[in-house]
């Protein structure tokens, strides 16, 4: 099979080699769109956007009426590939023996992949619906369980998502 030649395919044109006349383009479709009804931005943030259970923003921790629910196993940790999050256990007399004394998690690192969530054993650490993340410094990105504990009446829609998908 003959293959194309690289470098006669890559070759420009006169006009293309100027780039105006592909710059002229580009603004006609601009403009085009411009008077095209109807509009499709948003004026955020006066109209915010509301995403579906389906959506993976920052991960959080599920805080039922039992308190939290991680047990610090620490598989999220070991399963985050951007080492972003950081468990340490300790004891207590409730059910489940242990529980996460610290649990942090650096958002400059998180990638938002949602292993964490698919790995816990316990439902206890999901997507939330969460994508505004404003941070003045390194010290403040990293979430500690006081930021990171979300009360359940507010992740309903993501575990019955996950109820439905999590093993597909
Ligand atoms: S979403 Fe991914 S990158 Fe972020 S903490 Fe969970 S496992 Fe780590
Ligand atoms: S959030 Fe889940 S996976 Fe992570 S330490 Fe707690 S129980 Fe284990």
Redesign the pocket.
Known sequence: MNRPDKSESARLNFWESIYLPEIAKGLGITIKQFFKFPKFTRQYPEERWEPTGSYRGR?VLVDDADGERCVACGL?SR????V??EVQASETERDKERYPVKFE?NML?????????EVCPEEAIV?SKDYELVFENKRDAILGKENLLVPIAKLEERLEFLRQFKNY
């Open positions: 991960p999220c399963v985050c590939p951007a972003a999050i998690i690192r998180c990638i938002f992949c949602g292993f964490c969530e997507m």
